[in-house]
C-alpha cells in the first residue's frame, strides 16, 4: 500500500471490554452491518454486467455532473481526472508533471509557452491539437464556469501551431501552472457538436449534454452514468500513458450512510470506501480483511460569516447585520470548543487549526495560534456589540461533503447556544448546499460551513480564493462565501503573486494571515483526516489533497 504525504497516529479511544468481548462485539456489528449493506446496495444493481477484475469505490457523496468546470471540488475534479487531462498533472507526490503538454518555458516573465503531447486522442477518436486548448481556455472562463479562478486573471493563450500554445499575462506570475492539473482538456468539435459550448452551472437538476457524457484524452472511460448513484468507467486502450493498473473497470457508488459504506466494505461489497467515519476507524483496521488507510489531508474546514450584506438574510436581527461587528465574530470564534470537537466528534483524528491553510503548506504557520475557548469572553463582546440576548440564525450545512460535516454543525450549534445564539440548522447534500451558498445563488446563506484544499498547494490560492473582496468580472474572491473584505488583504495578495524571493513572500503572506486572524475573517476549525477503508487485495495511492486516481490502483 502506498501513502503519500505526513501521517498523523490514529488515536483509539479503548474499550472497557476483554478481547473476546471485544472481538464479539465486533462480529455482532459486522453481521447487522452486512445485512444492512445488502439491503441498501440492492439499489445500485446495474443492468451493465461486471468485468473480469472490477474495482469498487464507495464514496460518501455523488458525481453530480461530469462536466470538468461545473463545480471546483476535489472529489468531483479526482474522479473526472481519470477521464480529462490537464496541460499538467500531480505526480503521486503532488509534484507537478507533463501531461497533455510534453514540457514547457518561460519565454518572457508575462509570456509562457506549452508545448502539446502529439499523437493523443480524444475517447471518440479525434486527435488533440492546439485548436482545444484555446477552446478549453475560453470555456472555463465562461460564464457558468466554477473553475475561472484556476486561471491568472487576464491571461490570453495564441496558438503558435498545432502542438505549441502560449500564454500571455497581465504581469509575471511564478505559479501560473499551479492549479492547471484540475484545469481539464475538452474536445472542440465535441462540444460543439452536442451544444456544449458553454458549461454546465451547478444546479439541482443537471441536464447538459456535457454533463452527463464525457469525452477526455484520460486513461479511463465513462462507460455509464446515473448521477448520484453509480458511474462505471473502463480503460482507455488507446491513452498515449504508460498503464500500471491491472483493472478491467472501476465503479464508483454513492453510499451515504457511513455505517452501510463501512459494511460494504466489511462484507466484500466494494474494495475502497471515503472516508471511513472516526467511530469506525476500529472496527475496519482490526478485521482480516480490510486496512484502514490513514494520513493528513491537506482540507481545512472553517465557517463562513456573511458580513457583506447590511442585514443578514436569515435572522432575526432586523435593520443590521451583527456579523459587521469584529467582536461578534470573534465571540462566535471563542464559543467554539475545538477540542471538544476534536476529541468527540472526531475522535482525535482532526488537527486544531488557526490558518485557513495546512501547516504542511506554510513554513510560518507555527506564528499563528487560535483565539483561546472562552464562553465567558464570548458573552461579553456579545453584550459590548449590542446583542447581550443573543439572537437566532440560520446555518446552512452540508451533509454528505466532509467527514462529519453535519455532526460538525450540531456541536457549533449547540456550542453557540451556551452565548444564547440559537441556530436554526440547514443540512443538505452537498449539490444543493454548493448551489445554495455559492456565487451562482448570490451567496444565499448567512452562516455556512466550508472545507478547502489549496489546489495550488500556496498561500496565494487561499487569499486569492477565500479572503480576497469579491470580483465578479475576475473572479477573484468567488469562493469567498462570508463577504469578508479588506483591500490591505488584497493589496498583499496581488504582491504574494508576482514574489519570487520566498523570505519576502512567506513575511507578506504572515502578514495577511495575521490580518485575517485579527479581522476574525472566517473561523477556521480544522484539517481533517484522510481516513479510507480498503480491502487487503486493493493496493491505492493514498495521496494529501485525498484525491483517488485510478491509473495508479491495482487489485490482487
Not at 472501476?250 to 471515503?274: F, M, N, P
Not at 482490526?286 to 457583506?308: C, H, K, V, Y
Not at 447590511?310 to 435572522?315: A, V
Not at 496565494?460 to 463577504?483: E, I, P, T
Amino acid at each position: 500500500m502506498e501513502h503519500i504525504g505526513p501521517r498523523p497516529v490514529l488515536v483509539l479511544q479503548s474499550m472497557p471490554l476483554s478481547t473476546a468481548q471485544q472481538d464479539g462485539r465486533a462480529i455482532t456489528h459486522v453481521r447487522f452491518l452486512a445485512r444492512l449493506s445488502i439491503w441498501a446496495l440492492s439499489i445500485f444493481v446495474s443492468i451493465i454486467p461486471a468485468r473480469g477484475n472490477s474495482f469498487k469505490y464507495a464514496f460518501q457523496g455523488d458525481l453530480n455532473s461530469l462536466d470538468p468546470y461545473s463545480i471546483n471540488e476535489t472529489f468531483s475534479l479526482a474522479m473526472l481526472g481519470n477521464v480529462y487531462e490537464g496541460l499538467t498533472r500531480r505526480d503521486k507526490s503532488l509534484k507537478i508533471a507533463p501531461a497533455l503538454a510534453e514540457r514547457w518555458e518561460i519565454l518572457e516573465p508575462t509570456r509562457w509557452r506549452f508545448y502539446l503531447r502529439k499523437g493523443v486522442v480524444f475517447h471518440d477518436g479525434s486527435p488533440f491539437t492546439a485548436d482545444d486548448v484555446l477552446f478549453s481556455l475560453e470555456r472555463v472562463l465562461a460564464k457558468g464556469s466554477d473553475l475561472k479562478a484556476r486561471l491568472a486573471a487576464g491571461i490570453t493563450a495564441a496558438k503558435i501551431d498545432d502542438h505549441v500554445v502560449d500564454f500571455i499575462l497581465p504581469s509575471p506570475n511564478p505559479i501560473l501552472h499551479a492549479e492547471w492539473h484540475g484545469w481539464y482538456i475538452m474536445s472542440k468539435a465535441w462540444a460543439e457538436r452536442h451544444s456544449a459550448v458553454l458549461p454546465q452551472p451547478l444546479a439541482l437538476n443537471v441536464s447538459g449534454y456535457a454533463a452527463l457524457q464525457a469525452n477526455g484524452t484520460g486513461p479511463f472511460i465513462v462507460a455509464a452514468h446515473q448521477p448520484g448513484v453509480k458511474t462505471i468507467f473502463r480503460p482507455n486502450v488507446n491513452w498515449w500513458g504508460k498503464r500500471e493498473h491491472n483493472l478491467d473497470e472501476v465503479v464508483l457508488q454513492t453510499i451515504k450512510s457511513d455505517a452501510t459504506r463501512v459494511a460494504a466494505l466489511l462484507s466484500g461489497e466494494v474494495d475502497l470506501i471515503d472516508p471511513v467515519a472516526p467511530h469506525h476507524a476500529e472496527l475496519v483496521a482490526r478485521r482480516p480483511n480490510t486496512q484502514l488507510l490513514t494520513g493528513s489531508e491537506l482540507r481545512t474546514i472553517f465557517l463562513n460569516m456573511d458580513q457583506a450584506r447590511d442585514e443578514l438574510l436569515y435572522s432575526n436581527v432586523r435593520g443590521k447585520n451583527p456579523f459587521k461587528d469584529v467582536r461578534v465574530r470573534k465571540a462566535f470564534y471563542q464559543a467554539i470548543d475545538i477540542e471538544a470537537i476534536h476529541a468527540k466528534i472526531m475522535r482525535h483524528t482532526s488537527s486544531p487549526t488557526a490558518l485557513l491553510i495546512s501547516p504542511l503548506l506554510f513554513a510560518r504557520s507555527a506564528e499563528l495560534t487560535r483565539y483561546s475557548h472562552d464562553p465567558g469572553s464570548a458573552r461579553r463582546l456579545l453584550t459590548e456589540a449590542g446583542y447581550e440576548n443573543g439572537f437566532e440564525l440560520t446555518m446552512d450545512c452540508p451533509n454528505d461533503r466532509y467527514v462529519n460535516d453535519e455532526e460538525i454543525c450540531k456541536a457549533v450549534a449547540a456550542m453557540l447556544a451556551r452565548i444564547n445564539v440559537r441556530i436554526r440548522l440547514n443540512a443538505m447534500p452537498k449539490a444543493q448546499y454548493f448551489a445554495k451558498v455559492g456565487e451562482g445563488n448570490a451567496y444565499d446563506s448567512s452562516f455556512n460551513l466550508l472545507g478547502w484544499t489549496a489546489s495550488s498547494f500556496d498561500s496565494w490560492n487561499v487569499l486569492s480564493n477565500l479572503a480576497a473582496c469579491r470580483d465578479a468580472k475576475s473572479g477573484v474572491g468567488r469562493f469567498n462565501y462570508g463577504g469578508y473584505c479588506n483591500p490591505n488583504v488584497d493589496d498583499l495578495t496581488r504582491a504574494i503573486l508576482i514574489e519570487a524571493d520566498e523570505a519576502k513572500r512567506n513575511e507578506m503572506i504572515l502578514e495577511a494571515f495575521k490580518i485575517l486572524h485579527r479581522d476574525v475573517s472566517h473561523v477556521p476549525l480544522h484539517q481533517q483526516p484522510l481516513s479510507w477503508g480498503a480491502s487487503k487485495r486493493a493496493r491505492v495511492v493514498q495521496r494529501a489533497d485525498n484525491a483517488f486516481m485510478f491509473y495508479w490502483a491495482r487489485k490482487e
